[in-house]
């Protein structure tokens, strides 16, 4: 996966609606909170489903941005251990020239 496609999926991430996502009785996705008895006003509901994917959608408000959160995190150490692997050769080499001019002498 590639900057751009992080970069969409984040985009799409912070343009959804605010806020902690619930489900109700899986076919419900709202926002706040549900008071029994006194129901979801209409600008709580995010959306509905038939096919029993609400708690799932409901999730993903708050997985997705964790999820792009930890490929940020794994990307920084990715880059350091490139960083210190690209260290290390160039060590080895200075190492290994020297060592190659020792026998030399």
């Given at each position: ?12 991430c ?5 806020g ?6 899986d ?23 038939k ?6 959608i409901?999730h993903?408000r708050?997985d997705?941005?964790?999820l ?18 690209e ?19």
């Open positions: 996966m590639n900057q751009k496609r992080i970069d969409e999926i984040r985009a799409r912070e343009a959804a609606t605010p902690e996502w619930h489900d109700l009785d076919w419900l996705v709202y926002t706040g909170d549900y008071i029994e008895g006194a129901g979801i006003s209409n600008e709580q509901v995010v959306c509905t489903t096919d029993g994917a609400a708690e799932f409901a993903a708050q997705i941005p964790e792009l959160d930890e490929i940020d995190r794994l990307s920084g150490e990715v880059k350091t251990w490139k960083e210190t692997a260290y290390s050769d160039n060590v080895v080499g200075c190492l290994e020239a020297k060592l190659a001019k020792y026998r030399e002498d």
